[in-house]
């Protein structure tokens, strides 16, 4: 052993002085992050916001932003609590925010306010319309998005669920709580202690078609569109326009259904594959294939009826939005298909036969607990194993 | 091609494919790993003084699943013990040998002329490649002598070359193939003797278009020869995955390749076979690309055992900003912990990762259930659902989710938003 080595070599001793780190492979990743994800969902929802506007002036801006800064607030908040248990997520809050404040039903626009007694308290005109917002962005966050964050996954849609408990709770006992008061009065529904028994659902009738040409092909309730397009005698144009392209009922998440496919399908592109469209389409797709059906059996115009239930209400926000949330929807491509077309389904159901509008997040949140077993629906087989 | 293969890699290999190879001065002291295949454990077969020369065997086993390992250097060994090996992501036993600049050479392979290769018995030529300590030189570690002796009652039918080099930043095979095609040539006509002159087929990346004239100019010879030059994924660079998109075949899973009459090898393993044969030079030198965050990328012959720091010296890269130095690719290669680990038969590439331009990774957070590890998976595996069923302790349902299959290409990792690292959990192999 005449030479030592001229360099010391690593023992086993030095893995604890490492001069590289080291981590597992790939060393390489993708461009997308959740928060790339969320800021992109939050950009095209400001987009929603900032078309409400035309419909309902700042008062869905003010809603949104209240709703927003509400949400990130008590993220914010929760954070320093909870330290790495709920970690900073301040693009996920704001998204959150934002999708309550779109799902929250505002009532028709001070412009064209109904009389006084025909409005429910969660309308325009008082505080109540920030106070609640803010109150459901609050208890959502909190309570839905966090804690049920902390179980290891989310089961229902935070937003859904809150939405659905706070005002069902609040004003259960007097009329649908979900739904503005004005659309109380159009016998587009009936709420449930109404209809349960008895009286005619306007939707399953002929008249149904009728019904729907009076509410939104009409100036009576809706000063702001006096036969733009269309005529007393034929009044179809405006309510296409009504249906397509711009709406003053009351969710700012379906003021405008053209603009809601539009960002929402550029958010599919942008952000391939990464959302789950398979639930939208599939949802459109029943809900088209339901409401054909529901033209030949109970009569009506067909086209009228399609239109109402694809775009009637928020319910195409929720199909691109709200159904999409990664979290509480199933993994496999046909778990998804069977979620959407479930949800389609059950809020048809809900909406038709218990004459409950606004009965989308209810159908949500039923098919959200669906989710733990749709996950071990349609498993594919592995390469080499068919 | 009926393969759903969403996720497409961008390469980054422009520069290093235009850099000639060159040979790299032999290290002062060589570190030579005594695992660096696949299979049964060697033993060293010199201890501390002994005299060794170049090529000479340094360690091997009796079992038939090993391969041997030369010295790549003429000197003394000075010590057995440990270095970090890269194959295994752990430190192992190694024999390090220091340089005494004699060149003596090991005559135990003795070098056959190509008019000699039609008089030689496959034994012969499968117990060269043995003795030569060729194992799969594109990742896998697999020795090559198991894979030219398959079943007797299998024919095969296709001997496929694997010219996809998939790893995102590697280049040493492309520049493999356009300098020593000749070479390429020499070894298939051994593989195709040994195998039973099955056909040929060479597939590479439509975007190797030197490599592919090359090719063309050389092969056009040789009988029963297909060059399939398609923009072939990072994925279809496994081989089950290549077969499927050459020939629409899946294998069944947990079967070897040879069920199917095909055999897959790599370039730089053929290459690696010629020069065992023709040359008498057992696996003693790889080529390797060095590149990444570096000023001018390198290919490189390079002596199996040089020391990874040695070469970062020699070129000067700056051992500051150094974040991390991966070998074998950045997809599927191994981060390492020191730069005194040495290049191994698996080293195809040296990516050097620098603290300024390098900016790591995601940090891992709650999984936000996206599904695109689900779609992304070239096998159609469940990345996600077998990972919780593996965080939960649930190995049965992970593998009822055929979590075995995994081979740990990293593309789920790869497109995962929330930064969980996937492949290496499932696949389970070192990291």
């Known amino acids: ?124 005109g008082g505080y109540e319309q920030y106070m609640y917002p803010a109150l459901i962005s609050a208890v959502g966050l909190i309570v839905f998005k966090k804690l049920q964050g902390l179980a290891g996954r989310k089961y229902v849609n935070p937003a859904a669920i809150t939405k659905l408990l706070i005002l069902g709770l609040l004003f259960m006992p007097t009329i649908s709580s979900l739904v503005p008061a004005d659309h109380n009065q159009m016998d587009l529904k009936n709420p449930l202690i109404k209809g349960a028994f008895g009286d005619y659902y306007p939707m399953e009738t002929a008249i149904f078609g009728a019904t729907l040409i009076t509410c939104y092909g009409s100036p009576s309730l809706n000063p702001a569109n006096p036969y733009t397009f269309g005529t007393a005698e034929n009044p179809l144009p405006d309510v296409l326009y009504n249906m397509l392209v711009q709406k003053y009922h009351g969710w700012i998440g379906g003021v405008s259904s053209i603009t809601v496919m539009a960002v929402g399908i550029c958010l599919f592109a942008l952000c391939r594959g990464y959302i789950k469209w398979r639930i939208t389409l599939a949802y459109l797709v029943t809900t088209m294939l339901f409401s054909i059906g529901m033209g030949y059996i109970y009569g009506g115009d067909i086209i009228l009826r399609l239109l109402f239930h694809l775009f009637m209400g928020s319910s195409i926000f929720m199909a691109f939005f709200m159904a999409t949330d990664p979290a509480t929807t199933p993994l496999t491509d046909l778990g998804q298909i069977i979620f959407g077309s479930g949800l389609a389904i059950l809020t048809m159901l809900i909406q038709v036969y218990m004459g409950f509008l606004g009965g989308s997040v209810l159908a949500l949140v039923i098919m959200n607990l669906t989710v733990p077993f749709l996950d071990r629906v349609g498993i594919r087989k592995p390469f080499g194993r068919r | 091609m009926n393969l759903k293969l969403t996720v497409k890699i961008e390469e980054r290999k422009e520069k290093a494919r235009k850099i000639p190879i060159e040979v790299f001065p032999d290290p002062e002291t060589a570190v030579v790993l005594i695992l ?17 020369s170049i090529g000479q065997k340094i360690a091997d086993s009796e079992e038939r699943t090993s391969a041997p390992v030369h010295s790549p250097i003429s000197g003394k060994v000075v010590k057995i013990g440990d270095a970090y090996n ?12 220091e340089n005494d600049r004699e060149r003596r050479k090991d005559k135990t392979l003795q070098p056959i002329s190509e008019s000699e290769l039609k008089e030689v018995s496959n034994d012969f030529l499968i117990k060269r490649v043995r003795e030569a300590g060729i194992i799969g030189l594109g990742g896998a570690g697999f020795p090559t002598h198991l894979k030219l002796s398959p079943p007797s009652d299998k024919p095969i039918k296709y001997l496929v070359v694997n010219a996809c080099e998939s790893e995102i930043y590697d280049a040493s095979d492309e520049r493999l193939l356009i300098e020593k095609a000749s070479n390429l040539l020499k070894g298939v006509k051994v593989m195709r003797k040994v195998l039973g002159s099955p056909e040929v087929v060479i597939a590479t990346k439509d975007n190797k278009i030197e490599a592919v004239e090359r090719l063309k100019e050389v092969f056009s010879e040789e009988p029963e020869t297909r060059i399939v030059a398609k923009p072939f994924t990072y994925q279809q660079g496994d081989a089950a995955l290549l077969q499927k998109a050459l020939f629409g075949w899946e294998v069944p899973a947990g079967n070897r390749s040879y069920e199917m009459g095909v055999i897959v090898h790599n370039v730089a393993t053929i290459n690696a076979v010629a020069k065992a044969v023709f040359e008498g030079e057992p696996l003693i030198s ?19 055992g040089t020391p990874i720091g040695h070469i970062l010296d020699h070129f000067k890269v700056d051992p500051n900003d150094m974040q991390k130095v991966v070998l074998g690719g ?6 390492i912990p020191t730069t005194e680990t040495p290049v191994t038969k698996l080293t195809s590439s040296i990516i050097v990762l620098s603290k300024s331009k390098y900016k790591h990774v995601k940090r891992r957070t709650d999984c936000i259930r996206c599904s695109k590890c689900i779609s992304a998976c070239p096998l159609r595996l469940h990345p996600i659902s077998i990972l919780e069923a593996l965080e939960k302790g649930d190995i049965e349902r992970a593998k009822r989710l055929y979590s075995t299959d995994c081979f740990g290409c990293g593309i789920c990792s790869y497109v995962c938003p929330s930064g969980i690292p996937l492949a290496r959990t499932i696949c389970g192999v070192c990291y």
């Open chain 2, 86 to 97: 890269p194959c295994y992501g752990e430190f192992s036993d190694a024999i390090f040998i």
């Open chain 1, 1 to 124: 052993m005449e030479a030592t080595p001229k360099k010391t070599y690593v023992s086993r001793a030095s893995m604890t002085n490492r001069e590289l780190v080291t981590e597992p492979s790939p060393h390489v990743t993708g461009r997308m992050t959740k928060d790339l994800l969320m800021k992109c969902t939050f950009f095209a929802l400001c987009i929603i916001a900032a078309v409400s506007y035309l419909s309902y002036g700042f008062d869905s801006i003010i809603i949104s932003a209240i709703s927003v800064l509400v949400a990130v607030t008590c993220d914010y908040l929760l954070s320093l609590i909870m330290k790495e248990k709920g970690p900073l997520n301040t693009n996920s809050a704001a998204v959150f925010g934002l999708i309550v404040a779109m799902s929250y039903s505002l009532g028709l626009p001070k412009a064209m306010a109904l009389p006084e007694s025909l409005t429910i308290p969660t309308l325009a």
């Open chain 2, 286 to 304: 790889r080529i390797t690309t060095l590149t990444g965050d570096v000023e001018e990328p390198k290919n490189l012959l390079v002596k199996i």
């Open chain 2, 330 to 335: 950045v997809m599927m290669g191994n981060s």
């Open chain 2, 36 to 52: 660096q295949h696949v299979g049964a454990s060697n033993g060293p077969l010199v201890s501390e003084g002994d005299k060794v």
